[in-house]
């Protein structure tokens, strides 16, 4: 018996693995046979967008609380949904 902590009102949905979109991509990429996708430059050297200050979430108080992700990084889910499709 597992006994859960309270639940928050709020908690950060993501997989325990923080990774870069180009680490995913090229995961995918691989994965699927296709060259690996172009990375386009920023859009100004001004803006503050997330792809630039590469910011990372934690799942951490959602894990706290015993829950378990069906698919704990990007690659299972990912591998995941690539069998469903084929």
């Known amino acids: 018996l597992v006994?859960?902590?309270e639940p928050a009102?709020?908690?950060v949905g993501v997989d325990d693995e923080p990774a870069e979109r180009c680490t995913?991509?090229?995961w995918l990429a691989d994965r699927l046979?296709?060259?690996?996708?172009?990375r386009a430059a920023p859009a100004a050297a001004n803006t503050r967008a997330r792809s630039v200050t590469n910011k990372r979430?934690?799942?951490a108080s959602m894990r706290a609380t015993g829950y378990?992700?069906?698919?704990p990084t990007f690659r299972e889910g990912y591998a995941a949904l690539?069998?469903?499709s084929r």
Do not use: K, M, Q
Request: hydrophobic share 40%; with cysteine; proline share 8%.
């Open 33 to 38: 046979g296709v060259p690996i996708p172009h």
């Open 68 to 71: 378990r992700l069906r698919h």
């Open 9 to 11: 009102r709020l908690y």
């Open 82 to 84: 690539l069998a469903d």
């Open 24 to 26: 995913v991509f090229h």
């Open 57 to 59: 979430c934690s799942n």
């Open 3 to 5: 006994t859960l902590a």
